[in-house]
């Protein structure tokens, strides 16, 4: 499926602690690998794939913090546009668990009001190992209201339907709205209006934006 035929174009941004396997969830949905000993970067690390949703091609443009969160530089710039945001933690770190919350708050100060979120435990075939039972993340996601997975980066467990359920959930939210396209030091994905609003272009750009990944799409559907 080519990117350059797609019908949305939608941002996803991918949060959580370090070391919780954000980067390897990205790229074993967007180039199926996994990587045993990932290097940490300063930036913002992107990768884009596209599904099909009832006839429609949407790309997701999948945006990772690549080690801000360490020192906590994750910018309102780097939550602009996104209509989609995946909170991982590591099921064998209850820390990480806890932080989630920490997330989640940052999202609702600096994303808009109306991101769809999705809690992932990360690292599942780590069973004996495990800090955080699968009923005390299912209870946290359904009093935050927000959809929950628990993946495997390792083993790919769950990881496509996680991302296809978050892309499915936007589509279903904003798929039938018209769409104005926001440009940010020259990229461009699609945000929703409501009918009849004047598109304006948002000019604040993402902080030190780096990639090893295919390019978004220029233009629009």
């Given at each position: 499926?080519?990117e350059e035929?797609?019908?949305?174009?939608?941002?996803?941004?991918i949060?959580?602690?370090?070391?919780?396997?954000?980067?390897?969830l990205?790229?074993r949905?967007t180039?199926?690998?996994?990587?045993?000993?990932?290097k940490?970067?300063?930036?913002?690390d992107?990768g884009?794939?596209?599904?099909e949703?009832?006839?429609?091609?949407i790309?997701?443009?999948?945006w990772d913090?690549a080690?801000?969160?360490?020192?906590?530089a994750?910018?309102?710039g780097?939550?602009?546009?996104?209509?989609g945001a995946?909170?991982?933690?590591?099921?064998?770190?209850?820390?990480s668990?806890?932080?989630?919350?920490?997330?989640?708050?940052?999202?609702?100060?600096?994303?808009e009001?109306?991101i769809?979120?999705?809690?992932?435990?990360?690292?599942?075939?780590?069973e004996?190992?495990?800090?955080?039972?699968?009923?005390?993340?299912?209870?946290?996601?359904?009093?935050?209201?927000?959809?929950?997975l628990e993946?495997s980066a390792?083993?790919?467990t769950?990881?496509?339907?996680?991302?296809?359920?978050?892309?499915?959930?936007?589509?279903?939210?904003f798929?039938q709205?018209?769409?104005?396209?926001?440009?940010?030091?020259?990229q461009?994905?699609?945000k929703?209006?409501?009918?009849?609003?004047?598109?304006?272009?948002?000019?604040?750009?993402?902080?030190?934006?780096?990639?090893?990944?295919?390019?978004?799409?220029k233009?629009?559907?």
């Amino acid at each position: 499926m080519r990117e350059e035929e797609n019908d949305y174009l939608f941002k996803i941004v991918i949060i959580g602690d370090s070391a919780v396997g954000k980067s390897n969830l990205l790229n074993r949905f967007t180039r199926n690998e996994f990587t045993e000993k990932t290097k940490a970067t300063i930036g913002v690390d992107f990768g884009t794939k596209s599904i099909e949703i009832e006839g429609k091609v949407i790309t997701a443009q999948c945006w990772d913090t690549a080690g801000q969160e360490r020192f906590r530089a994750v910018t309102s710039g780097y939550y602009r546009g996104a209509l989609g945001a995946m909170i991982v933690y590591d099921i064998t770190s209850k820390i990480s668990f806890k932080n989630v919350t920490r997330w989640l708050n940052e999202l609702r100060e600096m994303a808009e009001p109306d991101i769809l979120v999705m809690m992932v435990g990360n690292k599942s075939d780590l069973e004996s190992s495990r800090e955080v039972s699968t009923r005390e993340a299912q209870s946290f996601a359904e009093a935050n209201k927000i959809s929950f997975l628990e993946t495997s980066a390792l083993n790919s467990t769950n990881v496509n339907l996680s991302f296809e359920k978050l892309l499915t959930d936007i589509y279903n939210q904003f798929g039938q709205k018209k769409a104005q396209v926001v440009m940010d030091d020259g990229q461009e994905w699609l945000k929703p209006t409501q009918s009849g609003q004047k598109i304006t272009p948002l000019n604040e750009a993402p902080v030190n934006v780096t990639s090893t990944h295919q390019e978004p799409k220029k233009g629009c559907c």
